[in-house]
């Protein structure tokens, strides 16, 4: 099972701020890497997918990058409605995992 | 629109069992694989079990292969799951999701509580 690792667990930040998260691949998942989006008592959004490819209506203030073991999702500005938490998930190999998240909140 | 509605939690005592279904609308169910989601209390998200788009091909996370089966009627266009032996670690939100054309989760409902508790 490929375990992915998200840090930090926790992003303070305030509005207008660049937000920088971090997902390790125990081995490598290729570019077959997504992030979503999740907040309390929502759906789950899709934001990236093949690492760097941004979803459907997704804003250009999101970007994703990496390949291999290291990948990294950016927010260039945070607007109030990022605050959550985010997931990276892998489709490289079943079964599917996770990482355990990383929150951002308001500072 | 893209819409999956899920119904069927609730709280179960440890052993007992549940059905959840995820009812589909907004795009041809047929045509496309889904995947059922958990999260429990505080925890992140865990992938559980996958279909694909005919049923033919199927798959579960060894934390509930055995207890767990998930089926689909296209027919309806709703996915379920049937969840046997249900256990207080089983405790948590249920959500099903969308495979999109190359393996993503591109929709998702707003999911269903399951409480297993005595």
């Known amino acids: 099972e490929i375990v992915l690792t998200q840090s930090p667990p926790t992003l303070s930040l305030s509005p207008g701020e660049r937000a920088t998260l971090s997902c390790r691949a125990s081995?490598?998942?290729?570019?077959?890497l997504a992030w979503y989006q999740h907040k309390p008592g929502q759906a789950p959004r899709l934001l990236m997918y093949?690492?760097?490819s941004r979803a459907t209506g997704i804003p250009a203030r999101f970007s994703g990058s990496g390949s291999g073991t290291d990948f990294t999702l950016t927010i260039s500005s945070l607007e109030p409605e990022d605050f959550a938490v985010y997931y990276c998930?892998?489709?490289?190999?079943?079964?599917?995992?996770f990482g355990g998240g990383t929150k951002v909140e308001i500072k | 629109e893209v819409q999956l509605l899920e119904s069927g939690g609730g709280l179960v005592q440890p052993g007992g069992s549940l059905r959840l279904s995820c009812a589909a609308s907004g795009f041809t169910f047929s045509s496309y694989g889904m995947r059922w989601v958990r999260q429990a209390p505080g925890k992140g998200l865990e992938w559980i079990s996958a279909?694909?788009?005919?049923?033919?091909?199927?798959y579960y996370a060894d934390s509930v292969r055995g207890r767990f089966t998930i089926s689909r009627d296209n027919s309806k266009s709703t996915l379920y799951l049937q969840m046997n032996s249900l256990r207080v670690e089983d405790t948590a939100v249920y959500y099903c999701?969308?495979?999109?054309?190359?393996?993503?989760?591109?929709?998702w409902g707003q999911g269903t509580l399951v409480t297993v508790s005595s």
């Open positions: 998930q892998q489709r490289s190999s079943w079964p599917l995992t």
């Open positions: 093949d690492a760097s």
């Open positions: 279909i694909s788009s005919s049923g033919g091909n199927i």
């Open positions: 999701a969308k495979r999109d054309s190359v393996g993503w989760n591109d929709y």
């Open positions: 081995q490598s998942v290729s570019t077959y």
